[in-house]
């Protein structure tokens, strides 16, 4: 029957990367919860630079923290993430610090769809503040230092192409919707319809 929609017709218009997304952003923002959804909803693989990291070395982020030092750490990061980006498009998740090295911003940025997702302290705060396996929170001020790496680091995730500001009362699939909208209409997915 003439304009009845197909399953072929109905898959083909499921929205689709037209290119890797990679999300940024402080611990605790959201980066990988969020990617989570993206890669479901979209149909592709969820990538994380951390958990490759991880699986490669065969060492919790925080070994390899306490054992070579953060350089060490902020190299094999690097190279990950620039093997990440040879594959098929996918959802990349990042370490809050891998947005830090103008290199890794320069790789990004010109192989794929930066997204920053931007959140504030308390929303954080509330989210790490539990959690063992932040290397960078174990001082014995975790807050201030969280607050610290904030303050700096927010002015170079505000060089990120793309933002969206996460809000406490939001869940994880409707902040995934809000980053969607905001991805298509920078033509990094193409056919979404909200």
């Not at 083909?12 to 402080?26: F, K, N, Q, S, Y």
């Not at 390899?64 to 093997?83: N, T």
């Amino acid at each position: 029957m003439m304009g009845e929609t197909t399953p072929q017709s109905r898959e083909d218009e499921a929205p689709r990367l037209a290119r890797t997304i990679v999300l940024v952003g402080m611990m605790g923002a959201g980066k990988t919860a969020v990617g989570r959804a993206l890669a479901t909803r979209l149909g592709v693989e969820m990538r994380d630079s951390d958990a490759e990291i991880v699986a490669s070395s065969q060492l919790s982020i925080a070994e390899i923290f306490e054992r070579y030092g953060e350089p060490f750490f902020r190299e094999k990061e690097s190279a990950v993430i620039a093997r990440l980006l040879e594959g098929e498009p996918c959802i990349l998740s990042t370490g809050g610090g891998a947005w830090m090295s103008e290199g890794n911003r320069a790789l990004l940025t010109e192989r794929a769809a930066v997204l920053w997702l931007k959140a504030d302290l308390e929303l954080l705060w509330s989210r790490v503040r539990h959690k063992t396996t932040r290397p960078l929170l174990r001082t014995s001020a975790p807050k201030k230092t969280l607050t610290e790496l904030l303050a700096a680091r927010e002015p170079v995730y505000a060089l990120a192409p793309l933002s969206v500001h996460v809000q406490a009362d939001w869940s994880i699939e409707e902040t995934a919707e809000r980053v969607l909208a905001v991805l298509a209409e920078a033509g990094a997915v193409e056919g979404y319809a909200r």
